[in-house]
């Protein structure tokens, strides 16, 4: 039985990325209690099966509500894409229907429709991410009259995990991705961001595309959808614990998280290890 007493917030993601939404979030909203669990030891889920994946984000979900979280952000595009509706749709009737899973990817392609004005956009992510169609998909779904132009970049997550993006090594696989999804079409004036990891090599993506074309970053994406969810859902908000805590998990080595998350945080973090 899960315990209905108010409850921090849980965030969710396969690995470090999503800790540069976590960062955003707390920025602006420091004053509500989080819960940040990343599983590393089974990380990374793009080239995992959608089974897999819905069984893993499952898994996580119900391990955070189970420390009294009742709203659980899944800061992963690969759960968002390949798990979320499942959860939503099938476990959450079942395990309580006023908790909530949000994602990563319906408020990326929400913020679309309002900024471009070519109706053109493009798409840089993981290849899981890209293969799975998702956001392409969601975008069609809200904004009928747009087009969508998806780039896969599968260096980009390993050079920012392996801290090797400030370099002209890492520029020349940027450059290149970039350059082969504006070779699709010209007119593309929006491009989203579709990874968590983005965030931390943006200087670098901004050097390669023209000024002219607007970038979508999901940190701040994500952080403005969810206090605009809290204000339009006062009864979940009222769920949510404030005495701004942070409280940050692994499934992995707790050590080495603390010390590669701070790269993605942007400060000193002290983790723990679980088990799922």
Same mark, same amino acid.
């Given at each position: 039985?899960?315990?209905?007493?108010?409850?921090? *917030?849980? +965030?969710?993601?396969?690995? #470090?990325?999503?800790?540069?939404?976590?960062?955003?979030?707390?920025?602006?909203?420091?004053?509500?209690?989080? $819960?940040?669990?990343?599983?590393?030891?089974?990380?990374?889920?793009?080239?995992?099966?959608?089974? +897999?994946?819905?069984?893993?984000?499952?898994? %996580?979900?119900?391990?955070?509500?189970?420390?009294? &979280?009742?709203? @659980?952000?899944?800061?992963?595009?690969?759960?968002?894409?390949?798990?979320?509706?499942?959860?939503?749709?099938?476990?959450?009737?079942?395990?309580?229907?006023?908790?909530?899973?949000?994602?990563? /990817?319906?408020?990326?392609?929400?913020? +679309?429709?309002?900024?471009?004005?070519?109706?053109?956009?493009?798409?840089?992510?993981?290849?899981?991410?890209?293969?799975?169609?998702? #956001?392409?998909?969601? $975008?069609?779904?809200?904004?009928?009259?747009?087009?969508?132009?998806?780039? %896969? &970049?599968? =260096?980009? @997550?390993?050079? @920012?995990?392996?801290?090797?993006?400030?370099? &002209?090594? %890492?520029?020349?696989?940027?450059?290149?991705? /970039?350059?082969?999804?504006?070779?699709?079409?010209?007119?593309?004036?929006? *491009?989203?961001?579709? &990874?968590?990891?983005?965030?931390? $090599?943006?200087?670098? *993506?901004?050097?390669? @595309?023209?000024?002219?074309?607007?970038?979508?970053?999901?940190?701040?994406? /994500?952080?403005?959808?969810? %206090?605009?969810? =809290?204000?339009?859902?006062?009864?979940?908000?009222?769920?949510?614990?404030?005495?701004?805590?942070?409280?940050?998990?692994?499934?992995?080595?707790?050590?080495?998280?603390?010390?590669?998350?701070?790269?993605?945080?942007?400060?000193?973090?002290?983790?723990?290890?679980?088990?799922?």
């Amino acid at each position: 039985m899960l315990n209905n007493l108010p409850g921090p *917030i849980g +965030v969710f993601d396969s690995g #470090y990325g999503g800790l540069t939404v976590l960062k955003e979030i707390t920025r602006q909203m420091p004053q509500y209690d989080y $819960i940040y669990l990343g599983d590393n030891a089974r990380a990374p889920y793009g080239s995992r099966s959608y089974f +897999v994946v819905y069984q893993y984000t499952l898994q %996580a979900v119900n391990w955070l509500f189970s420390q009294g &979280c009742h709203l @659980v952000i899944l800061a992963c595009n690969t759960s968002s894409a390949k798990a979320l509706r499942t959860i939503q749709q099938n476990n959450l009737p079942k395990i309580d229907p006023d908790r909530r899973v949000l994602g990563v /990817i319906r408020p990326s392609a929400e913020a +679309v429709g309002n900024l471009t004005k070519s109706r053109e956009v493009g798409i840089l992510g993981t290849p899981g991410t890209i293969l799975s169609d998702s #956001y392409r998909i969601e $975008i069609k779904k809200l904004f009928p009259d747009i087009k969508t132009f998806q780039q %896969a &970049c599968p =260096l980009w @997550v390993p050079l @920012v995990e392996n801290e090797e993006y400030n370099n &002209c090594g %890492a520029d020349y696989f940027i450059e290149k991705d /970039i350059r082969s999804l504006l070779s699709k079409s010209k007119n593309i004036d929006t *491009i989203i961001l579709g &990874c968590t990891h983005y965030p931390l $090599i943006a200087d670098s *993506i901004r050097k390669f @595309v023209p000024s002219n074309i607007q970038l979508i970053s999901q940190d701040t994406i /994500i952080a403005e959808s969810l %206090a605009d969810y =809290l204000n339009r859902h006062p009864e979940m908000e009222r769920k949510c614990t404030k005495s701004g805590s942070i409280k940050f998990l692994t499934t992995d080595i707790a050590d080495v998280f603390s010390s590669r998350g701070e790269i993605f945080y942007g400060e000193k973090i002290k983790s723990e290890q679980i088990t799922l």
